[in-house]
């Protein structure tokens, strides 16, 4: 039994630090840069899909720059479509999500599967390398571990650069930002390709480690990373951009251990997203109700304070 909970709670940990980088990308997009950008699941697919060819290939090692390149790629034509033509950052993401459908079809030769069970990944290669360590168990989360620290360590860096700081000011007041000459168009464009690197990141290894990709393989993700990013923002609250970072993180791992849990009673998958749904809205509305709490609790004691007087 206890050797069951510990599997379940390795896989969680694992699979919640690898979609962690979906979060990060999301905490830069969203929380840092105020866009919305609907256009991860489709993303995140092709990162993964790119990242599998790629490997498939006979090059793991060049499948992690591959895959983010093709992040970039997308990041730049959601962000072109927002500030080049005009359209709504939710509509821009939402194109972009669809026409992307079509394109991991493509680069997957007409297929919807891909299966790598006897290719060379990056975690097969991080087995390799650990195998005659204490950590020749737990090679894949070393190496998910690994790609997250980095990411958080650049986003701790980046963000305190005077571009970083420039993109947060966009989010903040972009009419602010173009009184002070900066272009919120150049911004948004270096943000979004950023964000959309991570994302694709976090499909790669997700294939990768399943050794599998089908072109559903990021559905959804932009709800489970939107309920991840609150669950992170609840826990830790305020603070510095890497305490944000770390607890967006930790969000992650949070939903994919209730995902687990969820699925230990045995509830059919097709519930999986509305657990989703219900996780994120308790997540939105968790700091409305702890306000109105807060509202309460002082307006009974400023009564009690008046009949005691």
Do not use: W
Not at 43 to 61: N, Y
């Amino acid at each position: 039994m206890l050797e069951t909970i510990i599997g379940l709670g390795t896989t969680a940990l694992e699979l919640g630090l690898i979609s962690s980088l979906t979060v990060l990308a999301l905490f830069l997009s969203y929380s840092m840069l105020n866009v919305c950008d609907l256009s991860t699941d489709g993303c995140f697919t092709l990162g993964a899909v790119v990242g599998a060819v790629t490997a498939l290939s006979g090059h793991p090692l060049l499948s992690i720059p591959a895959a983010m390149g093709a992040g970039v790629l997308s990041g730049l034509i959601t962000s072109l479509l927002q500030t080049k033509m005009g359209i709504d950052s939710l509509l821009a993401g939402i194109i972009v999500n669809t026409g992307l459908y079509s394109i991991n079809i493509a680069i997957m030769g007409g297929s919807s599967l891909l299966n790598m069970n006897k290719t060379t990944t990056i975690f097969t290669m991080m087995k390799s390398l650990v195998s005659s360590t204490f950590l020749a168990q737990s090679y894949k989360l070393v190496t998910a571990l690994i790609f997250v620290a980095l990411v958080v360590l650049f986003l701790s860096f980046f963000l305190k650069t005077r571009l970083g700081l420039s993109l947060r000011a966009t989010g903040d007041n972009p009419d602010m930002v173009k009184s002070s000459s900066i272009n919120p168009a150049f911004t948004t464009i270096i943000g979004l390709c950023i964000s959309s690197s991570f994302t694709a990141l976090s499909g790669c290894l997700l294939a990768q480690s399943q050794k599998s990709v089908n072109v559903t393989i990021g559905s959804g993700m932009v709800t489970i990373a939107l309920a991840s990013l609150l669950i992170g923002r609840a826990f830790m609250g305020k603070g510095g951009i890497t305490k944000r970072a770390i607890g967006v993180v930790i969000g992650a791992i949070i939903f994919r251990l209730v995902y687990t849990i969820a699925l230990r009673f045995n509830l059919p998958a097709y519930m999986l997203k509305l657990i989703s749904s219900v996780i994120v809205i308790i997540a939105i509305s968790f700091p409305y109700f702890k306000g109105k709490k807060d509202d309460y609790m002082r307006i009974h004691r400023a009564k009690k304070e008046a009949g005691n007087a």
